[in-house]
């Protein structure tokens, strides 16, 4: 482009020399002028553009809500003081209530507790790119300071590498339908499916001086330590949950803190992806966006935490390889350049195909909590080209009165 734009002054200098002596023509020659240069430089902003777009090509798919979707992760279930599991990982402690009534406003009803699919989150090196979306991008970079492109295994020096992602925070009504089939909907996410964060305009996303204005206290948990003691939290995350007190740790995948998209010293994408939603999540509830709905505070509705709770998460992939479907026929399929499914490849996995496969096949789980080793579930779901955008459903613990009699919502 600077080529191109140096190439285009020359030639304006010589058209106003000659200009300089042709006085009937000085309106044709500025046209001239103006021309050369809004063509030159159109050129090269093609060029440079189409290059970009060639590098960084966006995909997704819309999750399918039967197939593509994890529905017994909603368990552990309660009602009252009975619990289901289902096979399911769950904290059953963060519940708190052991009443078999409650009462909220002018009602009577009882406690319930579950698991809500209530978000969807992006992760991606590809500013603006909607996977959950279907592939779309909402805009070119270039508007805010922190819509850069992000890199996976950019080498810092000789014997470290880091990574950089963007990440897209989607409010998903996904159980909202089943909300309007009770009497009381106030169980249930009920606002439309929206975008509700965008990385790409936080500055802070992209520059930890920024993002520590909203944590100092993540200086504390840089010390040898407190990065020590995040392989009890991994060891406990792939066992169960992560340990709720080291809230700087986010398993066997990274570190909480500085809450920015660059993830130092990356072991795997997958793990990186973890860490980023994990991060903004974090920080959307640091900001108070983002409310709680578990234990005897949230039986009657969302309540501010500012020091987020992990274990009030868990999540599963949707894309490129939903976590429902087998990962030989998913990739196969990823490779042959086909978005459909056949009847075999849903639900449960039923041909296994590596660690994650029969893993799935023995545990009947399709999610997991915030932490633990991808090398049990994420093995094969991250592939290059059309794999390296995903798109993930997010679970958030939700205890509430469920109305029986009485006023109110």
């Not at 936080?202 to 407190?226: C, R």
């Not at 020590?228 to 709720?244: E, K, S």
């Not at 090398?375 to 592939?383: A, D």
């Amino acid at each position: 482009m600077k080529s191109l734009f140096n190439f285009n002054v020359a030639i304006v200098y010589a058209i106003k020399g000659i200009c300089r002596y042709t006085k009937n023509f000085l309106s044709a020659c500025l046209l001239i002028i103006s021309a050369l240069v809004l063509v030159g430089t159109t050129n090269a902003y093609a060029e440079e553009s189409g290059s970009t777009k060639q590098n960084l090509v966006c995909t997704g798919e819309f999750t399918n809500p039967i197939t593509g979707m994890c529905w017994s992760c909603i368990m552990p279930i309660g009602i009252s003081s009975i619990f289901y599991k289902g096979g399911q990982d769950g904290t059953k402690d963060l519940t708190g209530w052991k009443q078999y009534l409650c009462t909220c406003d002018l009602y009577i009803g009882v406690p319930i507790s579950f698991y809500e699919p209530a978000r969807v989150m992006d992760v991606t090196t590809k500013p603006y790119c909607m996977v959950a979306l279907g592939g779309v991008s909402f805009a070119d970079t270039g508007s805010f300071t922190g819509d850069t492109a992000g890199f996976v295994g950019q080498e810092e020096d000789q014997q470290h590498t880091s990574t950089f992602f963007q990440a897209h925070y989607y409010i998903n009504p996904v159980m909202y339908i089943i909300g309007q089939m009770l009497d009381n909907s106030k169980c249930f996410e009920q606002k439309g499916f929206d975008v509700g964060y965008l990385t790409e305009v936080d500055p802070s996303w992209l520059l930890a001086e920024y993002a520590n204005l909203l944590s100092p206290d993540g200086y504390l948990y840089g010390t040898l330590p407190a990065v020590l003691a995040c392989t009890g939290d991994c060891v406990a995350a792939t066992a169960h949950f992560g340990i709720a007190p080291l809230h700087w740790c986010v398993g066997c995948n990274g570190l909480m803190y500085p809450m920015t998209g660059k993830i130092d010293g990356s072991v795997s994408t997958m793990d990186s992806s973890g860490v980023v939603m994990l991060r903004l999540l974090n920080k959307m509830h640091r900001v108070g966006i983002n409310l709680s709905y578990y234990g005897n505070n949230g039986l009657c509705g969302g309540y501010r935490q500012l020091l987020m709770n992990k274990r009030q998460y868990k999540y599963s992939m949707t894309y490129p390889v939903s976590q429902t479907k087998s990962i030989a026929k998913a990739m196969s399929q990823a490779i042959a350049g086909s978005n459909s499914s056949t009847g075999g490849e849903t639900g449960a996995v039923n041909d296994g195909a590596g660690i994650a496969d029969v893993e799935m096949k023995k545990s009947k789980q399709c999610c997991q909590p915030f932490g633990r080793t991808t090398l049990i579930w994420g093995t094969g779901r991250y592939y290059p080209v059309k794999g390296e955008d995903m798109s993930f459903q997010i679970y958030r613990k939700r205890d509430c009165c469920q109305k029986v009699y009485g006023y109110g919502d």
